[in-house]
């Protein structure tokens, strides 16, 4: 059990936060001082370094190709192409400059930042292929607007799929196929509307269900076959029932009706397995694990966001794996070790601070856009005996500046705000992001024009001329397009054309979900306390794990 060792008000927003003798005992093991921010506003800072589902057209600053980019054109800094950036033509070390005593360490890395290329995206382009609408994902072949997702073909419009083909509008899925509008789903085939869900297939409109065929508006079944709204119904029926969904109209109309039928059905507390010691949401195999969500194969991590693969020793990270000892990190993966401060290194590193796109590298402090180099110093080359006498004085200066054990601030990130990770998450006007000194996109007026066409209720009525069309979102009025691929696919799953563009149907996914914030409850069968993302006012039943178990049909 943890034990409170003091209380302190967040710097950011004053709110009390506590520190525990576990904590305390993790950033001596990684020699940093107590945070000065409160959990929930690290987690702002830390997502505001990304942007991942906003792409943009522009110039390669390096060839003057047309490429995409989650940079806008008007950003600060030249933007290469990965295929020029990862190429002899560039090299970081050139950018190097000498560290001044007489300047905070943010404005000096915000000044070299400013001056080294940025790569357009970030993806494993090298074994990407037809997959160049693509971010924060890799090694997918033939996938457009697919982001934080691996090993995928034939996808489109999906965030967190890994291992999946022929699917769209998925959110957090895991080797699915031929599914639409699955959220939180594993192993499904032919599955629309489905959440929460494994090893189903041929069914529509599921919540809670494990190894179910053949079933529409069902939930928390386990292996049944021909039910509609959990009764048993005749092939024919069933047929029949399908057969009506590629009416826009009669689609909505039924998910609003579904929404209402799943609340006479429990809710798990958590959405996870195989788990020890371990609270937060959709967690998996994980051990020792403390207010952290979307994580697999986590150990000893706290305050953690989409780990995966091995990730152990972790406090304060985002979207972090295959790696161990890291704090206040974003997007560093894949045989990482002893990082602090760092986003997206990659690669082979160890032994960085305060490092931006490194990869295959280590001992680097203030380093941004390095590849294949160690003891470097706001990317100035240092010997090895000049690097550690230099590093140990800039912690010390930065100390008297207070930034030591600060990640880099909102108002210096590379992206701003409003198309950042942050928004989604943490929402603000723009008003109150320019009150706070963080950057902002305006919105490009060439993409909200007026609608082309009217779009038919049914799949069965929209012909191929539709590809050619410019529609309107009927949320936000951002213009977007139907492709090919995507009518085919709904036509061949006898669904209707979305009525919406891919960000907000992006956002009503991840929003379907609770907020990630822990409540104390109890489960509503036997009174066991239980930490859940279910809050009190929501309508849900809760059981815990032994009484949701016991309740599955």
């Not at 059990?1 to 709110?15: A, D, F, G, L, P």
């Not at 930065?398 to 210096?412: A, R």
């Not at 991840?510 to 066991?528: A, E, H, I, Q, T």
């Amino acid at each position: 059990m943890e034990q409170v060792i003091e209380k302190r008000n967040c710097t950011n927003c004053s709110k009390e936060f506590e520190i525990t003798d576990s904590d305390e005992s993790f950033y001596k093991k990684i020699s940093v001082p107590f945070p000065t921010f409160c959990p929930e506003c690290r987690d702002q800072r830390r997502q505001a370094q990304l942007n991942q589902i906003n792409l943009f057209k522009r110039k390669c600053d390096g060839t003057n190709k047309e490429i995409i980019s989650h940079f806008p054109e008007n950003v600060p800094y030249k933007v290469y192409s990965q295929e020029y950036w990862y190429s002899d033509a560039y090299n970081g070390v050139e950018y190097g400059v000498e560290y001044d005593f007489n300047k905070t360490f943010f404005e000096q890395f915000e000044a070299l930042r400013s001056r080294v290329p940025q790569a357009a995206l970030f993806t494993n382009y090298l074994q990407d292929e037809n997959s160049e609408y693509t971010n924060t994902a890799g090694k997918n072949r033939n996938c457009y607007m697919l982001f934080d997702s691996d090993e995928n073909w034939d996808c489109m419009y999906s965030y967190g799929m890994n291992k999946s083909r022929s699917n769209m509008d998925c959110y957090r899925v895991q080797n699915v196929e031929l599914c639409y509008e699955a959220i939180d789903c594993k192993d499904c085939y032919n599955c629309y509307y489905t959440c929460k869900s494994d090893n189903c297939t041929d069914s529509v409109f599921l919540n809670n269900c494990i190894g179910c065929k053949n079933c529409i508006y069902c939930s928390n079944l386990k292996n049944k076959e021909y039910h509609i709204f959990n009764e048993p119904v005749s092939k024919e029926r069933y047929e029949e029932i399908k057969s009506s969904l590629g009416s826009y109209k009669n689609l909505i109309e039924k998910l609003e009706e579904f929404k209402k039928f799943r609340l006479h059905y429990p809710q798990k507390f958590m959405r996870g397995q195989q788990n020890e010691n371990a609270t937060g949401d959709y967690l998996v195999n994980c051990k020792n694990v403390f207010e952290c969500y979307d994580c697999m194969n986590s150990w000893d991590t706290k305050y953690c966001n989409q780990t995966f693969m091995k990730a152990k020793d972790f406090m304060d990270c985002q979207e972090c794996g295959d790696s161990e000892l890291m704090y206040e990190c974003v997007s560093d993966a894949y045989n990482c070790f002893n990082m602090r401060f760092c986003v997206q290194c990659m690669n082979q590193t160890s032994d960085l601070d305060y490092c931006h796109y490194c990869f295959s590298s280590n001992n680097l402090f203030g380093c941004c856009g390095l590849k294949k180099k160690t003891y470097c110093i706001l990317n100035k080359q240092y010997s090895e005996e000049e690097y550690k006498k230099l590093v140990p004085r800039i912690i010390e200066h930065m100390k008297t500046t207070g930034e030591w054990g600060e990640l880099f601030p909102i108002s210096i990130s590379t992206f701003p705000y409003n198309i950042s990770v942050a928004q989604e998450r943490f929402p603000l006007t723009k008003d109150e992001a320019l009150g706070k000194g963080y950057g902002w996109h305006e919105k490009d007026e060439k993409e909200h024009q007026p609608q082309t066409c009217e779009i038919p209720d049914d799949i069965k009525k929209a012909e191929d001329s539709i590809t050619e069309e410019l529609l309107a979102c009927s949320e936000c009025e951002k213009n977007y397009k139907i492709m090919s691929y995507e009518l085919k696919l709904l036509r061949q799953m006898n669904l209707p054309l979305p009525r919406k563009c891919f960000s907000c149907r992006h956002y009503a996914r991840r929003n379907s979900r609770n907020k990630r914030v822990l409540n104390d409850r109890k489960c509503d069968k036997c009174g066991v306390d239980v930490k859940t993302t279910y809050s009190p006012e929501q309508p849900e039943t809760i059981y815990c794990e032994k009484c949701y178990q016991d309740s599955l049909e």
